[in-house]
């Protein structure tokens, strides 16, 4: 089996991750996913809520066409800054510090990587923010082989939005055996 190349710029925000002690980067089998998404749109707007040390935007750039753009936000400064200099010599590349609803005035997204705010505190404007034919991203969530999806004994509601939004389609795939991403793209047709 072919080794699986992990990019420069991966492997610079995981090494910063690791100095800051930061826990939450993104996963090598969701960064895949990322960069396909990215490479998908070469000429889109793509943006990513909770940028942490930028190891998920690194995915996203590699994935990133020559005439794309790539905004993201995080709300901790100095993650902000550090995740900025990996991207310093890239200028389409943004890095935004504060709140996710920075990343509004440069919607509607062709991918958007929600994984900060937003997500869950308010899932709608999250739809909204997507371009017709604009892919959502959403990871974190533990495969449930029941429907509707539950969490801990519970009906998954978050989950459940996403998975039957009217504006989405969507569907749920393994990152791995105990993870899985939430995967949508915005229906042409809907307002």
Request: hydrophobic residues 45%.
């Amino acid at each position: 089996m072919a080794e699986r190349v992990v990019p420069a710029r991966v492997l610079a925000a995981e090494r910063i991750a690791s100095e800051a002690g930061f826990k939450k980067s993104c996963i090598p089998e969701v960064g895949r996913l990322l960069r396909l998404a990215a490479a998908s749109k070469p000429h889109g707007v793509v943006a990513e809520s909770g940028t942490g040390t930028g190891v998920g935007t690194a995915w996203l750039h590699s994935g990133l066409g020559a005439g794309a753009r790539l905004l993201t936000v995080e709300r901790d400064e100095e993650l902000a800054r550090r995740a900025a200099a990996v991207f310093a010599d890239d200028e389409r590349v943004g890095v935004l510090t504060g709140d996710w609803r920075l990343l509004e005035r440069h919607a509607p997204f062709d991918v958007f990587f929600c994984d900060g705010g937003g997500k869950r505190d308010d899932a709608q404007r999250v739809v909204e923010l997507l371009a017709p034919g604009g892919l959502l991203i959403l990871d974190d969530f533990t495969p449930s082989p029941h429907w509707p999806p539950r969490f801990e004994g519970e009906v998954d509601e978050l989950r459940l939005f996403y998975l039957t939004h009217p504006a989405l389609n969507a569907t749920e795939v393994l990152t791995t055996p105990t993870s899985s991403a939430v995967v949508a793209a915005r229906r042409p047709d809907a307002t």
